[in-house]
């Protein structure tokens, strides 16, 4: 019996079955954007632990780092002591997030943890209750992130009562508008928002913050229309409600840029951060405008909270994005990669007279997606096909990612070279031609 089926069997007895593996991979090591099980095959990793590793597995940076610290410091509160440590991320997090305004930061152990950090301190700077939110949207499982979620029931079943106060819009989604079309979607969610939902439903005067992604990633890289962030902005400006935007999967250069924010214009007053900050070690972080996190002691706190070890990894992390700019491979790559998967959607639903066919493709930076439909007319999902898919480029050494209803998210790290995103790229095509 082959190491990785002894693995799954142990996992099966022991281990809770709510996490959502899409494959039987067993993980053993990684290096780079290389990745391997626990019975020696190697893969390219086009996951990245779920937009993680931007800057590869195990950057010796990184390593070098954790290493230094883990002899030094392991832990201290930082609820209850004070580090130089915490302030030389925090400074770095004030250069590189959108907007040149002067920012607090409060450090978090995971994406979900900033989310709900976000959403106490827009209720308690603004002192009012409400935020909307979007439908696909996806900002974590614990309660108030869950809450502000909207990409699947299944996340909210039998867990309520949920945090109140929360009211869903739909987002902006070109290739299936709910308003309009592909053009006039984002001017159309707007005047929904202003003549139906303010109008009708929540009492403007009681809304604290919109919240928002900038690009939905758990719901299959949703990419609005370019200026439709811009205009959501300008509704946050002039109703006086604080615009949120979680870049937990799309910050570090995944986008193209430092952050997808950047990429679309905008300046949120509050920006979550996690995954990709620290480079594998569990850390998050909520980023806002001075003014706005001026909570007093005891307001909010967390034990973990800047950890010693997660900030030196931080502070590897993010000084290595800088020095080597990797946002800009992520940009070329990413272009590189969307002309091709355009190619390829055009090839295949031209040459092949299948099941299913390839949707939609989109992309910025190194966030990629291919959409598949059972017919380009209804635009059914086809959640089967995504999911064989899935499993047969697994099988041939490329590990990707699910999303949505049906949608394959292409998510390597920033550092891969074009050689081995090529591969990775071709492994899809082959994988796709001998369905």
Partial sequence: M???????????????????RSIPFVIDRGMGWHVWDVDGKSYLDFSSGIAVMNIGHCNPDVVKAVKDQAEKLIHSASTDFYSDMIIDVAERLQDVTPGSFKKKVFFTNSGTESNECALKLARWKKKKHRIISFIGSFHGRTFGSMTLSGSNALHKEHFGPLVPGITHIPFPYPYRPVFGNEKTCGDDTLAYLEEDILGKVVPENEVAAIMTEPIQGENGY????????????????????????????????????????????????????????????????????????????????????????????????????????????????????????????????????RKFYIGDVRGQGLLLALEFVKSRETKEPATKASEKILNSCFKKGLVTLH??????????????????FDKGLHILTDVLNKM
């Avoid at 002894?6 to 007895?13: E, F, G, N, T």
């Fill in 403 to 420: 999303a949505g209803e049906s949608t394959v998210r292409l998510v390597p790290p920033l550092v891969i070279p074009k050689e081995d």
């Fill in 222 to 353: 949703i990419i609005p229309p370019a200026d439709f962030l811009k205009k959501l902005q300008k509704f946050c400006r002039k109703h006086k409600f604080l615009l949120i935007v979680d870049e937990v999967q799309t910050g570090f250069g995944r986008s193209g840029k430092w952050f997808a924010s950047d990429v679309f214009g905008i300046e949120p007053d509050i920006v979550t951060l996690a995954k990709s900050i620290a480079s594998g070690m569990p850390m998050g972080a909520c980023v806002s405008r001075k003014e706005i996190m001026d909570w007093p002691k005891g307001a909010h706190a967390s034990t973990f909270s800047g950890n010693p070890i997660a900030c030196a990894a931080a502070k590897a992390s993010i000084d290595y994005i800088k020095r080597n700019k990797v946002w800009k491979n992520a940009e070329r790559l990413g272009k590189h990669g969307l002309d091709f998967l355009k190619d390829l959607k055009e090839d295949f639903n031209r040459k092949h007279n």
């Fill in 2 to 20: 082959a190491k990785s089926d002894k693995v799954l069997k142990r996992d099966k007895q022991i281990i809770s079955p709510s996490y959502t």
